[in-house]
């Protein structure tokens, strides 16, 4: 059992940035693939950014790409999502995702991940 927890979220003026971490407990990320979604009110999650921990290979959505990185942490087992030149239209609550990779894998599908983190609000004001 993987558990995932959220930080980094908040409140920032548009153009700023937020770095968002996603800490695993009771396993190691090193055969998983991680991904970030979000979820604004209204709407559906969508998916942000993924990464497969054993090659480092990176997945964006077009909305994010060039402002957002994802990256990983092998000492601290965690995943990062480094947002900048927010928007006003990035508001939403960010969760974390994780599912262990062993032959195909699809990391920009919400149904295809095993595990959940708990979201952390991120709020950008105009």
């Known amino acids: 059992q993987v558990q995932l927890v959220e930080s980094g979220g908040g409140l920032v003026q548009a153009g700023g940035s937020l770095r968002l971490s996603c800490a695993a407990s009771?396993?190691?990320?090193?055969?998983?693939?991680v991904g970030w979604f979000r979820q604004a009110p209204g709407n559906e999650r969508e998916f942000v950014a993924a990464?497969?921990?054993?090659?480092?290979?990176?997945y964006y959505t077009d909305s994010v790409k060039g402002r957002f990185t994802i990256s990983r942490d092998n000492t601290k087992n965690t995943v990062y999502l480094q947002m900048n030149s927010l928007k006003p239209e990035d508001t939403a609550v960010y969760y974390c995702?994780?599912?262990?990779?062993?032959?195909?894998?699809?990391?920009?599908?919400?149904?295809?991940?095993?595990?959940w983190g708990q979201g952390t609000q991120v709020t950008v004001s105009s």
């Open positions: 995702a994780a599912r262990a990779v062993g032959g195909s894998y699809y990391p920009k599908e919400e149904s295809w991940y095993m595990y």
């Open positions: 009771g396993r190691t990320f090193s055969s998983y693939a």
């Open positions: 990464i497969i921990w054993t090659s480092s290979n990176a």
